[in-house]
């Protein structure tokens, strides 16, 4: 995998002062955890759109679908303005090669989800999006986000960053080495990934298999866009215990033959307590895994599910 995998963030969230109050809403969790292997691009909309800090603190007001930016005390609109802006911002990181973006939830301009609109009575409904985050996702619909306070939540967390580096190796795979055919080096993709895919989609996992087979048919482009959009199409569904208990029988029966009468009962109890969610998925990942090496099984070796993100961040250690 490439070294830099680069991600876009709020800046207040890295603890840059740039917050309306002239404070910051650094996060550990982003800046200690994520930061040992991100490169992050920060952006923060107001102060890059011309605003000062600290400034007057502003709220989305009027139709959900498309409010308006004003400050709270004078009533200036700063719609038109974020949103040229924001134009130009999302061209800009066109060039950057993003592989996920982390919002600061509840923002007007950066929220991504349940942002509160004011009505003409000043009502809050939380239906909203923050008027850059709206600009972002609509220009890049396939780029992983989130914003970090849903960061907190495990299974969010790991989905989020597990597309992340499922995006940044995929990207890695179709830039190639100039040794190898694009359809060749997609056909080894989806061959690494595919207990991956089967344990978000097992039917999603088949479209995938069936647009690699007929990988050679398609021009270039069309064939990079169209699997990237199917790979995160699939990525994006959750990867329930279920799912994972069929994936673990399935990658077993590689190796089924040799285990000894020992080993089999060990491993399908772990996958048993698991899928009851009693132990947490490392457990039996890291059995296979055990039994990968010690019976050399050069297919399991390659399979990006036993390791899709660093051991170190933990996202499989909740139950």
């Known amino acids: 995998m490439s070294d830099s995998i680069r991600v876009g963030v709020s800046s207040c969230l890295l603890g840059n002062p740039v917050r309306y109050d002239g404070g910051h809403k650094r996060d550990s969790y982003v800046v200690d955890t994520l930061g040992r292997y991100f490169e992050f691009v920060p952006v923060c909309p107001e102060v890059e759109c011309g605003l000062g800090v600290p400034r007057e603190a502003m709220r989305l007001v009027g139709d959900p679908e498309a409010p308006r930016l004003v400050t709270i005390k004078t009533g200036v609109d700063l719609t038109e303005r974020m949103n040229a802006w924001a134009a130009g911002r999302v061209a800009e990181l066109a060039e950057e090669r993003l592989c996920g973006f982390i919002f600061k939830a509840k923002s007007p301009s950066s929220g991504m989800t349940r942002i509160k609109v004011y009505n003409d009575k000043g009502a809050p409904a939380?239906?909203?999006?923050?008027?850059?985050?709206?600009?972002f996702m609509d220009r890049f619909p396939l780029i992983p986000v989130e914003d970090e306070g849903r960061l907190h939540d495990d299974k969010l967390r790991e989905n989020f960053i597990e597309r992340i580096f499922a995006m940044q190796r995929f990207r890695d795979a179709v830039a190639g080495d100039g040794r190898s055919t694009l359809v060749s080096r997609l056909i080894a993709f989806t061959a690494g990934h595919k207990l991956l895919f089967m344990a978000h989609s097992p039917e999603l996992a088949?479209?995938?298999?069936?647009?690699?087979?007929?990988?050679?048919?398609w021009p270039a482009d069309g064939l990079v866009h169209a699997y990237e959009t199917l790979l995160m199409?699939?990525?994006?569904?959750?990867?329930?215990?279920?799912?994972?208990?069929?994936?673990?029988?399935?990658?077993?029966?590689?190796?089924?033959?040799?285990?000894?009468?020992?080993?089999?009962?060990?491993?399908?109890?772990?996958?048993?307590?698991?899928?009851?969610?009693?132990?947490?998925?490392?457990?039996?990942?890291?059995?296979?895994?055990?039994?990968?090496?010690?019976?050399?099984?050069?297919?399991?070796?390659?399979?990006?599910?036993?390791?899709?993100?660093?051991?170190?961040?933990?996202?499989?250690?909740?139950?």
Do not use: C, W
């Open 126 to 135: 939380e239906r909203g999006v923050g008027l850059f985050a709206r600009a």
């Open 206 to 217: 088949r479209q995938i298999g069936r647009l690699t087979a007929e990988a050679s048919k």
């Open 233 to 319: 199409k699939t990525l994006a569904l959750p990867a329930t215990p279920a799912k994972h208990a069929n994936v673990l029988q399935h990658a077993m029966g590689y190796f089924k033959k040799v285990l000894t009468t020992y080993e089999k009962a060990e491993l399908n109890e772990v996958i048993a307590n698991y899928r009851l969610g009693l132990t947490p998925l490392i457990v039996p990942v890291t059995l296979i895994a055990h039994f990968t090496r010690k019976y050399d099984v050069a297919y399991l070796k390659d399979q990006a599910y036993l390791a899709p993100h660093p051991i170190e961040l933990k996202l499989r250690n909740h139950a």
